[in-house]
């Protein structure tokens, strides 16, 4: 590996390495993986402190990998139907599953069985993970497929405003995902049973809290709470006479989308080529989403049997969140193994993985060093304004409120400016009332591009540097138009 070839290229709150490996895992290992690329990155480490991690990755291969997707996209080569047929396989197999350990009492289940459904979960998610690479490889860090789709619609000489609504439409998912199904499972409760306190009592309401409990677990819960549902229930509620047609329209969403979609590229004359590129959006935003979904009951499952297992072998959930996969099952078969070094990693760790070679973690005292000799830094202290990708075009100001966790959304009021490394559902509430997004990273499909287009805001995405550059408070400018923002002195 040459020095300074690796670059931070994702940083998230709330994680744990028990995820994060088996993910890496999937880009570097899967098979399935390699039906559509030659191979994962060279090498990427995960550096993980009390929950908070930074990911570093060969910044030189993972170029050639979107460059070499993009190729294959240009050409018509990659078959979208079989890559959700693949990737859907994958996430029914893993709830098929997550059904089966759910519906037992784990307390009279044997340590074997837990083996191996574990080594099943594992297999199955590793390999999503590695199709999953497809998606991601396309567009994050570089928006090759972004700037693709851009220059499509800049041949056609339409307006900024056009240009960008044509765009949000042909990039918009055509396919249901597990969160619209829940919404349709809600709104048809609660048209049902007209009232909250009837809905509450009905073993129909209680089997839907049952379905999606995972809904938005993440990487380590908490799992939804029937407050939440009946939350939603209420909001629904408050305007019954909209009901009907509200159900009406949720139902008909995809179609209306569809035919829309249809109308605007006839109406453009796209050619063959041209279409197959903008579905090739559609679908990768799909499965980006489909695979987090999957990954939410992928967590709350494990979890379940971590709870089971720490009180058998008295070890802390926590510990599960960071060990490998071969540490956990050397403690189900009952072999020694060194507790209390894996409880350390909670507190800082620092684990890497080259192709062909087997993973290893750096000593806490070689960390630093590591960092001056292969990481690419910049110093951003003191710059003012950053420039990154417009997701959503417009203007606006406003006082920057850093987001990166649940606990930030309340902090968030009317007009401000929302800064966050990324985002996901969990910020929603906080991403309606702010004025307008920035991202340290993502693409042109990524949530918060997604959010931005549905709600109209101005959004500028991949500016690296945001959370560090600007702090609560600031008073800054988006410049969504130039991918500019810019504090304000």
């Known amino acids: 590996m040459k020095p300074k070839s690796l670059e931070v290229f994702n940083e998230e709150t709330n994680v744990n390495f028990y995820c994060w490996q088996i993910i890496i895992h999937g880009f570097f290992l899967s098979k399935l993986m390699k039906k559509y690329l030659p191979s994962g990155p060279q090498s990427q480490t995960a550096h993980l402190v009390k929950d908070h991690g930074l990911s570093a990755i060969e910044v030189p291969s993972w170029l050639r990998l979107g460059r070499f997707l993009m190729r294959k996209l240009r050409k018509q080569q990659v078959s979208l139907s079989q890559l959700i047929v693949e990737h859907q396989f994958l996430g029914d197999r893993i709830y098929g599953l997550y059904q089966e350990i759910d519906s037992r009492d784990l307390r009279g289940v044997k340590t074997e069985e837990f083996i191996a459904w574990f080594k099943q979960l594992w297999q199955d998610f590793v390999d999503l993970n590695g199709v999953g690479l497809v998606p991601v490889v396309s567009d994050y860090y570089h928006s090759y497929l972004s700037i693709e789709l851009n220059d499509i619609l800049k041949k056609r000489n339409l307006t900024d405003a056009l240009r960008q609504e044509h765009l949000n439409l042909l990039m918009n998912p055509d396919r249901p995902n597990i969160p619209w199904h829940e919404q349709l499972d809600l709104l ?13 009592r009905s073993a129909a309401f209680r089997g839907h809290l049952k379905k999606y ?109 960071y060990a490998e996969r071969p540490e956990i099952l050397a403690l189900l078969r009952g072999k020694k193994i060194n507790k209390k070094a894996i409880l350390k990693r909670y507190r800082g760790m620092f684990w890497f993985i080259e192709q062909h070679k087997r993973p290893r973690f750096v000593p806490r005292s070689q960390v630093k060093a590591f960092y001056k000799k292969y990481i690419r830094s910049q110093d951003v202290q003191d710059a003012t304004e950053l420039i990154g990708q417009p997701a959503y075009l417009g203007k606006a100001r406003g006082r920057v409120k850093i987001v990166n966790s649940v606990k930030d959304v309340t902090k968030v009021e009317h007009g401000d400016i929302l800064v966050a490394i990324t985002t996901n559902p969990d910020l929603l509430p906080a991403m309606y009332r702010a004025n307008a ?45 130039k991918g500019i923002v810019r ?3």
């Open 213 to 321: 409990e995972w809904l938005n677990y993440g990487y380590q819960g908490p799992a939804i709470k029937p407050e939440d549902f009946l939350a939603r229930a209420a909001k629904l509620l408050k305007d019954k006479r909209k009901l009907k047609s509200e159900l009406a329209a949720h139902r008909n969403y995809f179609k209306r989308i569809n035919a829309r979609q249809r109308q605007i590229e006839k109406k453009l004359q796209l050619t063959r080529r041209e279409k197959y590129l903008f579905e090739s959006a559609r679908v990768f935003t799909y499965l980006k989403g489909y695979r987090i979904d999957v990954r939410h009951y992928f967590h709350f499952i494990c979890d379940l049997m971590f709870a089971e297992l720490g009180r058998r072998f008295r070890v802390p959930l926590i510990w599960f969140h």
């Open 487 to 489: 504090k304000i002195k």
């Open 188 to 200: 048809s409760l609660v048209h049902k049973h007209k009232d909250l306190k009837t809905l509450k």
């Open 437 to 481: 997004f920035v991202t340290d990273t993502g693409g042109i499909t990524s949530h918060v591009a997604i959010v931005a287009r549905e709600l109209k805001k101005p959004c500028v995405i991949g500016t690296k540097f945001a959370t560090k550059v600007f702090k609560d408070g600031d008073l800054v400018e988006v410049d969504a138009n």
